[in-house]
């Protein structure tokens, strides 16, 4: 079984590369390869398929919104093996990953995810660098609900990206403070306002037109990145400022990307990196 390794901001991911969707990718096997022990280890898992095999073969019911046959489709899997509507710095790596392979040759395309379609421009790809700006749909706000973390009671905003987000925005929230905090543990959340749980976002306020994060996701843990969670950070940063549209820096442990809102839409622009390619032992994934 081929796969690649890649990260955006260092959320890292392994990309198996199944456009006829053959593989069936079970709880076990994708945790197990996630595992930073027992398997390569990354946040999550890409499987690269075209749309109308996921729909033939039965791991899709439907095609999302937007989403045509032979389009490219993300099936995003996070590191307990739950399968999530989005990931944008997944989309990033899938569309450079698609290039550097050779599997697709366009520098603008669709790319499927169970969140809808998400056009990509690729910018730039140099060896084992991309540029990728991914058109990341609708944002939208859900009310009000708060993060627990150590004891401490966050308020933030409920934001759906196709995934559900809470983004809490605070003007106590300074570096300092969001280098402290032990995100160890899942942060405590309102289940009913999030029956499918929820990405937790921490955001210092805007400054220069930049703001910083640490997030918890959703299947996963702490990340060093979150993609759609870049994109709540900054919608909430700027709902926080009384805006509703703008550019905004966001600085994340792996690094930084551009998100703009623009009348409730949002695209995401940032790196991505492909680390190694190689094979995958049948014996060992048959095991799992
Ligand atoms: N890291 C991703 C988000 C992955 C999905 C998330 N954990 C969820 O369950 O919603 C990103 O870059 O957006």
Request: hydrophobic share 45%.
């Amino acid at each position: 079984m081929r796969f690649a390794k890649g990260h955006g901001t260092e959320n890292d991911f392994v990309v198996l590369p199944d456009p006829d969707a053959e593989l069936t990718l079970h709880t076990a096997g994708v945790s197990a390869l996630c595992d930073r022990s027992r398997g390569l280890g990354a946040d999550g898992v890409l499987r690269v398929a075209k749309a109308g095999a996921l729909t033939a073969t039965g791991v899709l019911d439907v095609l999302p919104d937007g989403v045509a046959v032979d389009d490219w489709f993300m099936d995003y899997r996070n590191a307990d093996g739950s399968a999530a509507e989005m990931c944008g710095n997944g989309v990033r790596v899938f569309a450079h990953y698609l290039l550097s392979s050779g599997l697709e040759t366009r520098s603008a395309f669709v790319v499927g995810s169970r969140a809808g379609a998400r056009p990509v421009t690729v910018h730039s790809v140099d060896g084992f660098r991309g540029d990728v700006t991914v058109g990341m749909g609708k944002v939208r706000e859900l009310g009000t609900s708060s993060a627990t973390i150590g004891g401490r009671v966050f308020e933030g905003i409920g934001i759906d990206v196709g995934n559900p987000h809470l983004a809490c925005v605070d003007s106590d929230v300074t570096p300092a403070v969001l280098a402290a905090l032990d995100l160890s543990a899942a942060p405590g959340f309102d289940p009913g306002f999030f029956p499918h749980g929820v990405n937790v976002e921490i955001v210092t306020p805007l400054s220069g037109g930049a703001v910083e994060m640490r997030v918890h996701e959703r299947g996963v843990g702490e990340t060093r990145s979150c993609g759609t969670g870049t994109v709540a950070a900054a919608a909430a940063a700027l709902r926080f400022d009384g805006a509703d549209a703008g550019e905004v820096v966001v600085r994340v442990l792996g690094g930084e990307v551009r998100v703009r809102i623009d009348a409730g839409e949002a695209d995401l622009r940032g790196p991505s990196v492909l680390v190694a390619s190689g094979d995958i032992d049948d014996a060992w994934w048959a095991a799992q």
